[in-house]
C-alpha cells in the first residue's frame, strides 16, 4: 500500500494542474481513480449562467468545501502579463473566447470540464457572459458562473493578480495537495 501512495501522489498532482480534481482508493490491489466535485454552494433554479461579483467570486474560490475551475476567456496578450490569482487547485484556466467559439474546440473544453463548476472571466464581463452563454447552450451541466467586472473589478477590489500562465508551486503545495482528506481532493 504504501509503495501506491507516492505513484497515486504525483498522478493526482499532475491532474490537479491540469484542472481535475480526484478522489483516488485502492480496491484489491487496483487503484480507482474518480473525478470528483462536490459543492455547498446552492445552484440555479434554471439552467443558466449566474452573474458574480468579484468578491463573490473570491469567496467561492476560497471556500473549504466547494471547487470550482476560474476560466480565463481573455486573448493571449491579455492572460501573459496578469491573470487572477486564486489558492491551488483552483488556478484559472486559459480559454480564449474565440476557441469556445469553435466547435471542436467547444466539444474538448466540455470533454474537459464538463460536471464541474466554472467561473468564467475576462476583462470587464462583456466575453466572459459571451462565451458563458456558449458553454450553457453546447450542454455544459455543472453550474456556471459569470465574473461581472472582471479582472479590472478584481484589481480594483485589491484582489491578489499572478503574472503568465505557468503554475510554480512550493514542496509544502505539494505536500499539502497529497495529504489533504477534505472534498474534492486527493486521498
Given at each position: 500500500?504504501k509503495k ?6 504525483v ?9 481535475i480534481?480526484v478522489?483516488a ?8 481513480i474518480d ?11 434554471s ?9 463573490e ?10 471547487y ?6 481573455r486573448r493571449?496578450?491579455?492572460?501573459n ?21 469553435n466547435?471542436?474546440l467547444l466539444?474538448?473544453f ?14 470587464a464581463?462583456?466575453r ?6 456558449i458553454?450553457?447552450?453546447a450542454?455544459?451541466?455543472g453550474?456556471i458562473y459569470n ?6 473589478e ?8 499572478a ?9 509544502d ?13 486527493i486521498?
Amino acid at each position: 500500500m504504501k509503495k501506491m501512495a507516492i505513484p497515486i501522489c504525483v498522478i493526482g498532482i499532475m491532474l490537479v494542474i491540469s484542472g481535475i480534481s480526484v478522489n483516488a482508493t485502492t480496491m484489491e490491489n487496483k487503484i480507482v481513480i474518480d473525478k470528483v466535485c462536490t459543492n455547498d454552494i446552492s445552484q440555479p433554479l434554471s439552467k443558466a449562467v449566474t452573474n458574480l461579483t468579484v468578491q463573490e467570486a473570491w469567496d467561492l474560490l476560497n471556500g473549504s468545501c466547494s471547487y470550482e475551475i476560474p476560466i480565463d476567456v481573455r486573448r493571449n496578450d491579455e492572460w501573459n502579463p496578469e491573470r487572477i490569482d486564486t489558492p491551488i487547485p483552483e488556478h484559472p484556466r486559459h480559454y480564449c473566447l474565440d476557441r469556445l467559439q469553435n466547435a471542436t474546440l467547444l466539444a474538448k473544453f466540455i470533454s474537459l470540464y464538463d460536471g464541474f463548476d466554472i467561473i468564467v472571466y475576462c476583462k470587464a464581463g462583456g466575453r466572459s457572459w459571451k462565451g458563458a452563454n456558449i458553454i450553457l447552450n453546447a450542454g455544459f451541466t455543472g453550474a456556471i458562473y459569470n465574473v461581472v467586472g472582471g479582472i479590472t473589478e478584481w484589481k480594483v477590489q485589491g484582489l491578489p493578480t499572478a503574472i503568465g500562465g505557468i503554475y510554480n508551486i512550493t514542496v509544502d503545495e505539494a505536500w499539502d495537495l497529497c495529504t489533504d482528506t477534505g472534498p474534492g481532493r486527493i486521498y
